[in-house]
Structure formats: C-alpha cells, structure tokens
Nanobody, 114 residues
Framework: QVQLVESGGGLVQAGGSLRLSCVASGGTSSRFGMNWFRQAPGKRREFVASINSDGGSTLVADSVKGRFTISRDSANADNTVYLQLSGLKPEDTAVYYC?????WGRGTQFTVSS
C-alpha cells in the first residue's frame, strides 16, 4: 500500500519562500504522476500543480502560476515530488496535500503572515 507523506510546512512572512516535499513509499517500485492540492480554511480543496511520472510534463494552476513550481528528482527511481513556493501571499495559507494513485497524504500546513 502506497503512503504519501508531506513535509515542509510552517510559518512564513508574506513575500517569502518555502519548499514542500511529498514522499511516496511502499506498494510499488514504479514511478507515477503526482499532484499537489490545497485547502484553505472554510474553502474547498483546490488543485495546485501536477507532474507526470518522468517529470517531463507539469501543470500549475493559474492562481499560483509564476510563483509555484512543481518538480521531482528524475535521477532517482523513487516518487518524491517538491513544490517550490515563492512570493507567498496570506491567501496561500492552507493545508497542502499530496495526491497520487488515488490516495491522499495527510497534508502539511503553512501560514503566511502579512
């Protein structure tokens, strides 16, 4: 059974940067596409970014385009995905979830202070 574990949350000032990580372990030795979603307080979970299995194709939501970058280490065979966030705004405050192979991680929370 694949498990997804996110990390990298915390408190950051507006305009700052942060990098989130998601590690998928167990269940398979194959690489697969991975995604980031986020859910702000009182709002629905929304798509943030996705990357395919070899890292050659990415998609980023318009709301964060130019500020967030999704990547993965193509040199390794494991399934670890990163979300580099910059130019953070208070409205980016949310729990960020990793999603892959039909499974969700537990999320990592960060807060952007103004």
């Amino acid at each position: 059974q694949v498990q997804l574990v996110e990390s990298g949350g915390g408190l950051v000032q507006a305009g700052g940067s942060l990098r989130l990580s998601c590690v998928a372990s167990g269940g398979t030795s194959s690489r697969f596409g991975m995604n980031w979603f986020r859910q702000a307080p009182g709002k629905r979970r929304e798509f943030v970014a996705s990357i395919n299995s070899d890292g050659g194709s990415t998609l980023v939501a318009d709301s964060v385009k130019g500020r967030f970058t999704i990547s993965r280490d193509s040199a390794n065979a494991d399934n670890t995905v990163y979300l580099q966030l910059s130019g953070l705004k208070p409205e980016d405050t949310a729990v960020y979830y990793c999603y892959a192979t039909g499974l969700w991680g537990r999320g990592t929370q960060f807060t952007v202070s103004s």
